[in-house]
């Protein structure tokens, strides 16, 4: 898979009522831009796709069998093949996780099936036990992670996200820890990854 890091820094995000939703949109719009223009960090990462599917198992979803779960409604599968999309991402990026920094598949705190709320993340890493993740971040903390994928790369659907993404994952990460945001484009084989720095 291409991975594409780009880095944003915790002054550049809006935290007070001073700020407005326009300062959001400058960051959401940079970072689009920079990912489109192939700015950024990338990488070419091997995942092999018998670990995704055991990472699938390990996902708040399956990714087999999960057609036969939910029945054929309004002659649509846009549900089910939703669902199948976020697991797939959501195994993808545990993958890419343990393929890069060395964090275990069932290292990590899922908090997927509890975040309905909007103020909890997908995931949660202490980065102290990890030596590569130190090195990439700069010092220790926690790690808070959101994944969100489809199967090609939409540019509204990423503004959407980034924005939902940047606002949740902020509160829990400010001010001084780290969120990783992952976006899986699952037919083109990329991933960005945002990287929310103190």
């Not at 409604?73 to 939703?82: F, I, P, R, T």
């Not at 997908?122 to 090195?135: A, F, H, Q, S, T």
């Not at 010092?139 to 659907?157: A, C, H, I, P, Q």
């Not at 980034?162 to 829990?172: A, G, T």
């Amino acid at each position: 898979m291409r991975v594409t890091w780009i880095d944003v820094y915790s002054d550049m995000i809006p935290h007070f009522k001073r700020d407005s939703d326009k300062d959001l949109q400058v960051v959401v719009n940079g970072i689009i831009q920079t990912y489109e223009e192939e700015g950024g960090r990338t990488e070419e990462v091997t995942i092999d796709p018998h670990l995704v599917t055991i990472a699938g198992f390990f996902s708040s979803r399956n990714i087999e069998g999960i057609g036969f779960n939910y029945p054929y409604h309004a002659n649509s599968w846009k549900y089910m093949s939703g669902d199948i999309s976020g697991s797939l991402g959501e195994a993808i990026t545990s993958v890419l996780m343990d393929v890069k920094f060395g964090i275990g598949i069932t290292d990590v705190v899922r908090m997927r099936v509890s975040k309905f709320m909007g103020i909890l993340t997908d995931m949660v890493i202490e980065v102290n036990k990890y030596p590569k993740l130190i090195d990439f971040l700069g010092k220790e903390g926690l790690v808070f992670m959101n994944t969100r994928s489809s199967v090609f790369y939409k540019k509204d659907y990423l503004k959407r996200g980034l924005e939902k993404d940047l606002i949740s994952s902020e509160i829990l990460r400010y001010p001084d820890n780290f969120s990783l945001l992952f976006y899986v484009f699952l037919n083109e084989d990329k991933v960005l990854g945002v990287v929310v720095r103190p």
